[in-house]
């Protein structure tokens, strides 16, 4: 079965996804609480009827996929519509339309002010509408709801067609709650259940009406939730109506309230930066979920709201000097994932990290792979990354001895099972038969070729790859040395050095003045020019002699189109602006090149990406970076073109600021030696003043005044709680 779809399903090896729903004029609203999301239209409505991406999501399944709202049998007019800025809640101000009564009396537009509130929580939605009338007379005035639930698979919904589904129940009201219901073929009883706080007028399987008679100056309305369970699991229960949504309220603001005390905050004298910089912080507050073993960023909303390793980890890698519990929080659930088998349905084989999750009736029927599936090449090494990165930021020795048995298996995957043909680099070639044909960070069935525009044969060894397998060695070696095993430390530090000596060899491209993307299974070069190459300076595989000729190529016109740098060089046979993998922009691509750049003493090309970012930031919707946008050349007074189908938000492009901000400044952390340095901290030019308070080392804090003067950049401590040290470099 192979639908021709457009993008990142998976079937028969190749990536896809519906195209025909989410258009770049009709940007989506969302929100996201927990294992429960909602995608709305602009209205605060599910209008697609299952056509479409919209809809509330929990743990993996559309528990709704219809709402309209309607005046009378009209839809309202939109007067204005917002996320608020923390993405806590969903406003929307609605008016009706001209309409007549019952009785024949003429309302026209703009009488009746309709305010839709509308926010999730744990597994329910709550809505409060208020109603108030500003006619010069008293107004008859119905509500209505239509609804409906498919409880789809997030696949099916991405355009995946079922051999055969389970049943759909009818519906059962109760005076003023509405059950729909699904029994799966998995045996789980999943049900959508439809509260108000008053009963209806009228109601149908489908429907609810309410009446209203409002005098002038009037306020009258309605409180909606909206509850998802599954007969496998137990779900707490919840206040009725108006006491239930602000239970549920004050336990959102409770955790927002949380979350910005643990984490670093930063401002600047520049409001669209800050603007750029709060939409970020917030959306990975919204994407971070609450595991057995920790919280996890979340990859992505609609099609990636779980758990993914790569993604976390590159997640966790870029927020770690603003909030390190993310990275112990994904440390700790990829370590309890990790394969212990061989099992290539699902390209697994023991010691590799977790590539993805997924819950939901497919992902138990195993009519999809990936309940647990395995298929990326480089979670393994940039595990290894992560866990050293987090040692060093928090000395927090215990928990790597916790997960040290882990460390040493990831490491055994790499020698024993991730170098497949024995010449010491580490490669990819797919076992399940509907797994992922490239297993990087570039997924795409297209996406890893030769200059000419033939396929690379697997296994593949990707330039990046190496890189992560180097840095991860060393890191592994820094926490051998932490736990007294100095024998290992030294052998993985000796082996990290012959990897570097033979990367060179053989991935080298003089006259392309880049790494090669990738060798094939015949050991021949991909001679492509790609961003890939620019992980390698993140990595620090790439020798010093090699490279400022690397960063030349890669902020060349060639790649770097002024918003950023593209995946792919325009000279490329393949390259293509509008592409996912083959000439668009990535944020987090963009991250581990800037933070790579600024490894090598080049922190100019850290901030010419992070300006080129900010003013796409301008232009973007919320002032969020999507997981990509199109390629396209910059032009002066215009915006970025977006993506049509890309994720918003995507926790990987949220932390991505952070990151480049890191790396313009040179901030390392050091928290054995309480130490935190800046090394020849630059500032880019619509930056004067950045302000970072509540910097942590242990229970330590400082707070901290960035200043660009100049040409230079002064570092003043504001406030410090604790004996850290500060150092600046120049």
């Known amino acids: 079965m192979e639908e021709k779809l457009d993008r990142a399903i998976t079937i028969k090896g190749q990536r896809y996804i519906l195209a025909s729903s989410l258009l770049a004029e009709e940007r989506l609203r969302v929100l996201k609480h927990q294992e429960t999301f909602g995608i709305f239209d602009r209205f605060g409505e599910i209008s697609t009827n299952g056509e479409g991406e919209e809809g509330i999501f929990f743990e993996g399944t559309r528990f709704l996929s219809r709402l309209d709202f309607l005046i009378g049998n009209f839809r309202p007019l939109l007067l204005n519509s917002n996320i608020r800025n923390d993405n806590q809640a969903f406003a929307v101000d ?6 007549r009564t019952d009785q024949g009396q003429q309302i026209p537009r703009g009488s009746v002010h309709i305010r839709r509130r509308i926010f999730v929580c744990d597994h329910a939605l709550f809505e409060k509408v208020e109603l108030k009338n500003f006619f010069s007379s008293r107004i008859p005035l119905t509500i209505k709801y239509n609804f409906d639930a498919d409880f789809a698979g997030i696949f099916e919904v991405r355009g995946y067609k079922r051999k055969k589904t389970g049943l759909i129940l009818p519906a059962r009201w109760d005076q003023n709650k509405i059950l729909l219901s699904y029994e799966g073929l998995d045996h789980v009883l999943r049900r959508t259940r439809i509260s108000f706080d008053h009963s209806p007028t009228d109601q149908g399987p489908g429907s609810a009406l309410f009446s209203f008679n409002l005098n002038r ?34 336990q959102i603001e409770t955790e927002l309230s949380q979350f910005r005390r643990s ?23 919204m994407l971070m979920t609450t595991t057995p073993h920790g919280i996890y960023p ?62 939901g009736e497919m992902a138990t029927l195993k009519e999809i792979p990936f309940q647990q599936y395995y298929g990326s090449v480089d979670s393994t090494p940039l ?61 795409s069935h297209d996406s890893i070729f030769h200059g000419d525009g033939s396929d690379a044969s697997s296994p593949v060894a990707l330039c990046e790859v190496q890189g992560y397998v180097y840095q991860g060695k060393l890191e592994a070696s820094f926490l051998a040395e932490a736990l007294g095993e100095r024998e290992l430390s030294q052998q993985l530090i000796e082996q990290a050095y012959g990897l570097k000596e033979n990367f060179h060899q053989k991935f080298w491209c003089e006259d392309l003045g880049t790494f090669a993307l990738a ?3 015949n050991k021949a070069r991909c001679r492509v020019i790609a961003s890939n190459a620019g992980h390698c300076l993140f990595s620090g595989i790439v020798k010093p002699e090699y490279s400022e000729v690397l960063i030349q190529t890669l902020v060349s016109k060639k790649l770097f189109c002024g918003w950023g740098i593209r995946t792919l ?46 003013e796409a930031s301008r232009y973007l919707d919320l002032n969020r970076l999507p997981e990509l946008f199109c390629g396209f050349e910059q032009v002066r007074g215009e915006g970025p073109t977006l993506y049509p189908l890309s994720c918003a938000p995507q926790a990987w492009s949220a932390a991505a600021v952070f990151l480049i901000l890191q790396s313009c400044l040179g901030l390392t952390i050091d928290a054995n030696r309480r130490q935190i340095v800046f090394d020849r901290p630059s500032l880019p030019e619509f930056l004067k003043i950045l302000r970072i308070k509540n910097l942590r080392i242990h229970h330590m ?10 040409f230079d950049t002064g570092v003043n401590i504001l406030d410090r709680q604790g004996s850290i040290n500060v150092v600046v470099l120049k």
């Open 569 to 614: 060089s325009q000279d490329e046979i393949r390259y293509n602006p509008m592409s996912y993998h083959n000439g668009s922009i990535w944020p987090h691509d963009n991250a581990l090149i800037a933070a790579g750049a600024a490894r090598y003493g080049r922190r100019d090309v850290a901030t010419q990406i992070l300006t080129g970012l900010f």
């Open 94 to 99: 609605l008016t009706n339309p001209d309409f």
């Open 298 to 359: 979340y990859a992505g909303v609609p099609w990636f709201s779980t758990t993914f390793g790569r993604d976390g980890i590159i997640t966790a890698l870029q927020m770690l000097w603003i909030y390190p519990e993310v990275a112990k929080g994904v440390l700790c659930y990829l370590a309890h994932t990790q394969a212990n088998e061989l099992d290539p349905s699902r390209d697994s084989a023991p010691g590799k990290i977790l590539h993805e999750s997924r819950k």
């Open 519 to 521: 060798l094939d299974a």
């Open 263 to 285: 984490v670093c905050q930063i401002e600047s004298s520049n409001d669209q930066f800050n603007d750029w910089l709060n939409r970020s912080l917030s959306d990975l507050n």
């Open 701 to 710: 804090t400082v707070d901290l005044e960035i200043v660009r003067l100049g």
């Open 217 to 250: 100056e009037e306020q009258s309305g309605l409180h909606l939730r909206i509850e998802f369970s599954s007969s496998d699991r137990t779900q707490n229960e919840m206040g009725e109506g108006e006491d239930g949504y602000k239970c549920c309220q004050h």
């Open 383 to 443: 595990f290894l990354v992560l866990a050293g990165e987090y040692l060093r930021v928090t000395g927090d020795l215990q928990f790597i001895h916790s997960i040290w048995p882990q460390i040493r298996e990831s490491l055994g995957w790499i020698d024993n099972f991730g170098d497949l043909d024995g010449d010491g680099f580490v490669e990819y070639a797919r076992q399940s038969k509907d797994g992922l044909i490239h297993q990087g960070w570039k997924d």
